[in-house]
C-alpha cells in the first residue's frame, strides 16, 4: 500500500491548504497537489495527497472516502504509478508527421 492517495471530486473552490487541513486529522500530511487545467489555470476538481505513513493513508481512504467536503462527497483512492509511456495520442506523440498532401 503506498502513501500517496488519489482524492476526487474536489470542490473548485477548495485550496491545498483546506486539503491539507482535512487529511491532517487523519496523520502526517507529506504534501498536497490540486491538479489544474494547462490553459486556464482553473482547478479540474482532484489532486494528491502523500501521507506520511501507510496507517495513515489507510485511514484516510477509511474515513474521508465518500465523506462531505465544502458540501460535496469526495473519492479518497490509493493513487496508482504513472506509467512512464503513458501516450495519451494527440498530434506528434510518437507519429510520424505529414504535410498537407500526406508526404512525409
Given at each position: ?83 512512464e509511456s503513458d501516450d495519451r495520442g494527440g498530434y506528434g ?12
Amino acid at each position: 500500500m503506498g502513501k500517496k492517495l488519489y482524492v476526487g471530486n474536489i470542490p473548485f473552490k477548495a485550496t491545498e491548504e483546506d486539503l491539507k487541513g482535512l487529511f491532517s486529522t487523519m496523520g502526517e500530511v507529506v504534501s498536497v497537489k490540486l491538479i489544474t487545467d494547462s490553459q486556464t489555470g482553473h482547478m479540474k476538481g482532484f489532486g494528491f495527497v502523500e501521507m506520511g505513513s501507510d496507517e495513515a493513508a489507510k485511514k484516510a481512504m477509511t474515513e474521508l472516502n465518500g465523506k462531505a467536503f465544502m458540501e460535496r462527497p469526495i473519492v479518497v483512492n490509493e493513487a496508482k504509478e504513472r506509467k512512464e509511456s503513458d501516450d495519451r495520442g494527440g498530434y506528434g506523440k510518437g507519429r510520424e508527421s505529414y504535410d498537407r498532401k500526406g508526404r512525409r
